[in-house]
């Protein structure tokens, strides 16, 4: 839409700049959701586009519920809740809405529809088009008195020191005997060298050695008289035998 055509909308509607927003649903507004995106001016053109967009598309960015004080979303908290610019009956354009009069108990639920910084309120009671400001993220303050605005101060945590008392003695530990078990030697068997050619290298025990004779065993004094009977006796019955 041109700008001559947005500047001919602002002056063909009523502008107040206040009024009371008492009895939802008896004047709804009957315009178009496009038409009142473009009265908002101020807006750079691709946020009312993008506006336009999510509205047409039924999208709301988050669901809302209105009271008498506060505009609160169970998503994303509290938003302001002041309404401002809402679009009623035809063209009529009412800057600051109150709602001053509504019981505590009420609710209104409503969809909200944002595009940037910049946020659109649809009642679902009478579908008027108004402006709200979205909740702000959380900024930390310094909590020190007459500190509001400077930036927070950041005190490093101190390293834990660990105190050791005085008395304590320090631990010795005593000495432990330890047993010494020597080594068993590796005893190689020795090796021998035969004498008689072909020489032999034998690894092992040594070659048993041959048995000597046994000497012929000494006769007794009774085997020499037994022998000297026996060669008497031999050589008389030689002579008798010879007479």
């Not at 839409?1 to 107040?16: D, G, N």
């Not at 001016?41 to 691709?46: I, N, R, V």
């Amino acid at each position: 839409m041109s700008i001559a055509l947005a500047v001919t909308l602002a002056a063909l509607s009523t502008v107040q700049p206040s009024c009371s927003w008492d009895r939802p649903g008896v004047n709804p507004y009957t315009g178009n959701a496009n038409a009142a995106i473009d009265r908002y001016t101020d807006l750079p053109p691709s946020v009312r586009a993008e506006l336009k967009k999510r509205i047409a598309s039924k999208q709301p960015d988050d669901m809302v519920s209105i009271t008498r004080d506060a505009i609160t979303s169970d998503t994303n908290g509290a938003y302001d809740p002041a309404i401002r610019d809402m679009h009623f009956g035809a063209a009529s354009v009412c800057h600051s809405v109150t709602r001053n009069k509504w019981a505590k108990s009420r609710v209104e639920p409503a969809a909200v529809y944002c595009a940037d910084t910049h946020c659109i309120l649809v009642p679902k009671i009478c579908g008027n088009i108004s402006r709200i400001t979205r909740p702000a993220a959380p900024v930390a303050h310094n909590t020190e008195e007459g500190g509001g605005g400077r930036a927070p101060i950041l005190v490093a945590a101190a390293a834990p020191v660990v105190v050791v008392p005085a008395e304590a003695p320090p631990m010795v530990q005593s000495p432990r005997e330890v047993q010494f078990t020597p080594p068993v030697p590796i005893v190689t068997p020795p090796s021998f060298v035969n004498s008689a050619p072909p020489f032999e290298v034998q690894v092992g025990l040594p070659p048993t050695p041959p048995t000597p004779p046994v000497p012929p065993p000494v006769p007794e004094p009774d085997t020499w008289a037994m022998l000297l009977a026996g060669v008497g006796l031999l050589g008389w019955l030689a002579k008798r035998r010879a007479a």
